[in-house]
RNA sequence: GGCGAGAUAGCUCAGAUGGUUAGAGCGCAUGAUUCAUAAUCAUGAGGUCGGGGGUUCAAUUCCCCCUCUCGCUACCA
């Protein structure tokens, strides 16, 4: 096993154009947060370093669709998430943005290096350019008709309905979203980054020389190895981002997830002139803490981006969490399914601890984990309240009534007395390779044996029975009751930073090593104790279900009316709209398309024909169930042969913010053939 | 369709290069106890380890098939 001469951590960097949730939290910050506070704990050379990701489409987007600028986005969020960091004592040595001069110049000079040692490929293609606007437009900026399933309102990338991804080349009558007029396609310039190059190296690099990674992060990464990587365009046509920093580049920018991991290299460089010993020194050990969602870039993507400049070292591990769903569901921003860590806050004041303790407890390290609110109301209340809580809570409160708060010295031990004092050690023994191997779970659990240890002891000795008859032994038990809340202050300082201080501030100590973790003398006698207050207090269950309610209330207004509202299309004349024929039909037959996942082809009468429609409503409907039904249909759009098959019109759906459709039918049973105007 | 991860006590999860009674925490039951936020401590009940087949003296652990969950990817409206 190498050892390392110093840590450098990052966190997968939080793209703002949103609050964070507890999701953020369980999957990367608090685990990052518990690693880092250990390593220091430990007085280990450690960066923990995290920034806003303040680029990319989707926050111009937002920007566009609230009438505000992409800054004043990235302006708002940036602010919101590093205060909820902050908050939740997530202790990053430097929470920067990408939006800083800083990374600019890191990350055009990054591009640089690539670029003059010819690390890209050029290739020139052809993209929509808005002549009004006098842009070139990014996939999201066009919307046409899906060439698939005829959703208008298709996306240049991918059409929502269906889920097609798209190039916007393949959409029909596309239009720009940003002045409504037509695009024209124009020649553009854009770099690559040959990732196939990079492929037999990294299968070694990570297939064969990582084999320690965890199963989901290996098996995720030999999937895409095994899929074959292909050359992936480094630069985009928009305004918004680090300008490509070559001649003739104008307009073009940094595609976000190029200039995003270069973020951790920016912030560190903004945090110390030492950065360079961080990013380049083979003695110093990288950890990425991510989501899932991140492993591709973080395992396959930044590696190459690295290894092409030639002067940075690798990640030596990447331990990505899975996802935290919320009572029995995803985590979703658009349906408001979600704890935000700012209101959180805002109706749990000061409970902090009590939310990383939870999560932490229940944190999705190998797979998909779940958050109840009820589990929550558990964890606190017969675990930190009843288990920890009580344990420090009665320690100092024998020590104020037998001996007005002065640590008494331990006169003669028994052996009961050592093994409990040597078992102290043992505990601090068990964490170190749970944390070490980002078993943070295993750590936590076991950490919380130390208080197990310390209820059992009091409750063996039964200091409050002899305390008349026996001073000298009840002088002893208190001496090591205090011992090991001491003890509790060092080994659950990376899990719970807040009650630590607290039990710190009442114990009237000040902070110990990592090292110092298992001694039992970290009390003197005679060492004056405070009064202390509580460490944790009960959740009713009133609480629990304001909570739950609220969860409930949100879910059911976005169904009602759906959270995200597509702003309308531009207008269109009525001579326009009356060349579309619509008509009522009645499905005769439905089948799956063999070998799809989503198509279904359906026989329906028209009152005109019997014809056949392929539709991508599968995973909506069952075949036997659209059998007999009403429906509405475009009856004159081209024929497009889907899967070999020639689709003859496009069945009319309702489709929600969360993707699900939902038949459009006629009130009444009606004639098939009935225009609908 | 392909690939990856997962399915173990009521709940949340560990675990085994195949081998004596499969573990933990919480919950539950019973008992003890009162220093402590009706907290604590002890004991106990609870699992044919997703389903089916195979290899083996022996599988929950290895192999094959199936079902379900999550993710990636392909084809695709």
Redesign the pocket.
């Known amino acids: 096993m190498k050892s390392f001469k110093r840590h450098l951590i990052t966190s997968a960097l939080p793209y703002a154009n949103g609050p964070l949730h507890i999701g953020h939290l369980a999957g990367v910050y608090v685990p990052s947060d518990i690693y880092t506070r250990y390593l220091r704990l430990k007085g280990q050379d450690v960066l923990s370093i995290c920034a806003s990701d303040e680029h990319g489409v989707p926050i111009t987007l937002k920007a566009r669709t609230e009438g505000i600028t992409p800054k004043e986005v990235v302006d708002r969020y940036h602010e919101l998430n590093k205060k909820a960091f902050e908050d939740f004592g997530i202790a990053f040595d430097i929470y920067s943005r990408t939006s800083n001069k800083v990374h600019y110049e890191t990350a055009s000079d990054f591009f640089l290096t690539l670029y003059n040692k010819g690390e890209f490929t050029e290739k020139v293609t052809e993209q929509y350019y808005d002549e009004e606007a006098g842009c070139f437009l990014a996939d999201r900026y066009i919307v046409g008709t899906?060439?698939?399933?005829?959703n208008e309102n298709a996306y240049g990338d991918q059409?929502e309905k269906?889920?097609?991804?798209l190039s916007p080349t393949e959409l029909i009558n596309p239009h720009s979203t940003i002045s409504g007029s037509k695009p024209v396609l124009r020649e553009t310039l854009h770099w690559y980054l040959p990732l196939d190059k990079y492929e037999g190296w990294l299968r070694e690099w990570i297939l064969e020389g990582h084999k320690e990674w965890k199963?989901?992060v290996?098996?995720?990464c030999?999937?895409?190895l095994?899929?074959g990587l292909q050359p992936r365009a480094v630069s985009r046509d928009l305004d918004w981002g680090i300008p490509v920093p070559v001649d003739g580049a104008g307009g073009k920018v940094l595609y976000v997830w190029f200039d995003a991991p270069i973020g951790y290299i920016s912030a560190t460089k903004e945090l110390t002139p030492e950065w360079e010993k961080y990013w380049k020194d083979p003695d110093t050990k990288l950890i990425h803490f991510i989501g899932?969602?991140n492993i591709?870039f973080h395992c396959i993507i930044f590696p190459a981006m690295l290894k092409a400049e030639g002067s940075f070292i690798l990640p030596e591990n990447v331990p990505a969490n899975?996802?935290l769903n919320l009572e029995n569901d995803?985590i979703s921003t658009s349906r408001n399914w979600a704890v935000w860590l700012h209101e959180y806050l805002e109706e749990f004041p000061g409970k902090q601890d009590v939310l990383r303790y939870v999560l932490c407890?229940?944190m999705?390290?190998?797979?998909?984990?779940?958050f109840?609110w009820k589990?929550f109301q558990?964890?606190n209340?017969?675990?930190l309240?009843?288990?920890l809580?009580?344990?420090?809570?009665?320690s100092l409160?024998?020590t104020n009534?037998y001996f007005g708060g002065i640590a008494p010295a331990r006169s003669k031990t028994d052996d009961y007395d050592e093994k409990v004092l040597s078992e102290i050690e043992r505990i601090r023994n068990n964490i170190e390779p749970s944390l070490e191997s980002f078993?943070f779970?295993?750590a936590l659990?076991e950490a919380?044996?130390l208080a197990?240890l310390g209820?059992?002891y009091?409750?063996?000795t039964?200091?409050?029975?002899i305390h008349k008859s026996d001073p000298e032994k009840v002088k002893t038990i208190i001496n090591i009751a205090l011992q090991i809340t001491a003890n509790l202050t060092i080994i659950l300082e990376p899990f719970l930073p807040f009650t630590t201080k607290k039990l710190r501030g009442w114990l009237n100590c000040g902070k110990f090593s990592w090292a110092e973790a298992g001694r039992s003398d970290l009390i003197p006698p005679g060492h004056a104790i405070k009064k202390p207050g509580?460490?944790?207090?009960?959740i009713e269950d009133d609480v629990i279900e304001k909570q739950i309610n609220k969860l409930r209330a949100s879910l059911k207004t976005n169904n009602d009316t759906g959270t995200t509202v597509i702003p309308p299309k531009e207008t269109v004349s009525f001579d326009l709209f009356s060349r579309i024929d619509i008509r009522t039909a009645t499905v005769l037959e439905a089948e799956k398309?063999p070998?799809?996942?989503?198509?279904l082809k359906l026989t329906i009468d028209t009152g005109i024909d019997t014809r056949t429609i392929?539709?991508?409503?599968?995973e909506y409907f069952q075949p036997d169930d659209l059998v007999g039904k009403q429906i509405s249909i475009v009856a004159n759009l081209e024929p497009?042969?889907?899967?070999g098959i020639e689709?003859k019109g496009?069945i009319l759906m309702a489709e929600d913010s969360g993707g699900k459709l939902v038949l459009v039918s006629p009130a009444e049973k009606t004639g098939n053939g009935s225009i609908i105007k």
Request: hydrophobic residues 30%; glycine residues 6%; aromatic residues 6%.
């Open positions: 899906c060439p698939q399933c005829g059409c269906c889920g097609t991804s199963t989901n290996y098996g995720q030999k999937s895409w095994e899929q899932k969602d591709v899975e996802f995803k407890t229940n999705p390290e190998t797979k998909d984990s779940d109840m589990d558990a964890k209340n017969n675990e309240v009843a288990i809580g009580n344990f420090v809570n009665r409160v024998l009534n078993r779970r295993d659990r919380m044996n197990r209820n059992k009091l409750a063996d039964e200091p409050w029975k509580l460490l944790f207090e009960k398309v070998r799809t996942t989503k198509l392929v539709s991508g409503i599968a497009r042969k889907i899967k689709s496009m």
